[in-house]
């Protein structure tokens, strides 16, 4: 079945880096459209960044210049480099998968905190 897997999250301060990771299996993970979402307490879940089979890649507007969506087919793996944290970007973050079938997968969520 598939499985998306997310790492790296963790603790950092304000100003500071971090990168995400998703492991996808069972899947063509070449034909799916990618996303990473977050939901911070008390909040919906949003988009962050999305990168299309192809690599077009789309940002919210609070995270342009500061993080970069990117995937590597060859080891079925998506990744968010996120810096200048701020203390907003605090959030569970999700990846998300849109297979060539049109079927959703979601995995099963990273934290990220920011504060000093």
């Known amino acids: 079945q598939v499985q998306l897997v997310e790492s790296g999250g963790g603790l950092v301060q304000p100003g500071g880096s971090l990168r995400l990771s998703c492991a996808a299996s069972?899947?063509?993970?070449?034909?799916?459209?990618m996303g990473w979402y977050r939901q911070a307490p008390g909040k919906q879940r949003e988009v962050v960044a999305t990168?299309?089979?192809?690599?077009?890649?789309n940002y919210v507007d609070s995270v342009k210049g500061r993080f970069t969506i990117s995937r590597d087919n060859a080891k079925n793996t998506m990744y968010l480099q996120m810096n200048s944290l701020k203390p907003e970007d605090t959030a569970v973050y999700y990846c998300?998968?849109?297979?060539?079938?049109?079927?959703?997968?979601w995995g099963q969520g990273t934290q990220v905190t920011v504060s000093s």
């Open positions: 998300n998968a849109l297979s060539a079938q049109g079927r959703l997968y």
């Open positions: 069972g899947m063509i993970f070449s034909a799916a459209a």
């Open positions: 990168i299309g089979s192809g690599g077009r890649t």
